[in-house]
């Protein structure tokens, strides 16, 4: 499975963005969906999960009323929508595929990552 991630950017705290993650692959319909990120000098942390059937099955607490996962399968994409940003959320965000799994816990494959900057 290979993940392509777009639509990082740099926007002011209050701000909005949406991420894209294109995947491409065989047994796409087996696969989990989810987002990673990775601020500097911290931990790599789960942000949320969306099983085969596009349910949500993990929303980091955080983020929760503020970013909103949703799979399309007829293009082969999923997005991360993410309202009332803060600096905090400045990371690396990674898109994951996990293989018959259903919360994301342990990726399979991983995007290249895309940047996403807040400023104060």
């Known amino acids: 499975v290979q993940l392509v991630e777009s639509g990082g950017d740099l926007v002011q705290a209050g701000g909005s963005l949406t991420l894209s993650c294109k995947y491409s692959g065989s047994n796409l319909g087996d696969y989990a969906i989810g987002w990673y990120r990775q601020a500097p000098g911290k931990e790599r942390e789960r942000v949320s999960c969306?099983?085969?059937?596009?349910?949500?099955?993990y929303v980091e607490s955080s983020v929760k009323g503020r970013f909103t996962e949703t799979r399309d399968n007829a293009k082969n994409t999923v997005y991360l929508r993410m309202n009332s940003l803060k600096p905090d959320d400045t990371a690396v965000y990674y898109c994951?595929?996990?293989?018959?799994?259903?919360?994301?816990?342990?990726?399979?494959?991983w995007g290249q990552g895309t940047q996403v900057t807040v400023s104060s």
């Open positions: 994951t595929a996990t293989f018959l799994g259903s919360i994301c816990v342990v990726a399979d494959h």
């Open positions: 969306l099983a085969p059937n596009g349910t949500t099955t």
